[in-house]
């Protein structure tokens, strides 16, 4: 069974700054792909940047050049440094990771709770 677990969202007027983290955590053997989603209201739920597990990453056009999506492979842990946040960046975030628990099984795909952020003056 594998939990991820986001914290560090909340209340930032226009133009702050906030720090996602995501932690993985139980029988894990490798993680591959992690990602951040989010999902405003009446919308559905974007990709907003990924990382593999060479440090190659993607943004959505909407936040490149503002946010920063990066990993800790020893902690099993996922970032995304959001800066010059706006109100349309109010959604929730969900960290996304394809996860190998054992060898011999395919990976797949986990999400994690989400984390309200919130952009408003």
């Known amino acids: 069974q594998v939990q991820l677990v986001e914290s560090g969202g909340g209340l930032v007027q226009p133009g702050g700054s906030l720090r996602l983290s995501c932690v993985a955590s139980?029988?894990?053997?490798?993680?591959?792909?992690m990602a951040w989603y989010r999902q405003a209201p009446g919308k559905q739920r974007e990709l907003v940047a990924n990382i593999t597990s060479g440090a190659s990453t993607n943004y959505v056009d909407s936040v490149k050049g503002r946010f920063t999506i990066s990993r800790d492979n020893a902690k099993n842990t996922l970032y995304l440094q959001m800066n010059s946040l706006q109100p349309e960046d109010t959604a929730v975030y969900y960290c996304?990771?394809?996860?190998?628990?054992?060898?011999?099984?395919?990976?797949?795909?986990?999400w994690g709770q989400g984390t309200q952020v919130t952009v408003s003056s």
């Open positions: 996304h990771a394809i996860i190998r628990t054992i060898p011999t099984i395919a990976p797949t795909a986990s």
């Open positions: 139980g029988i894990i053997f490798s993680i591959k792909t």
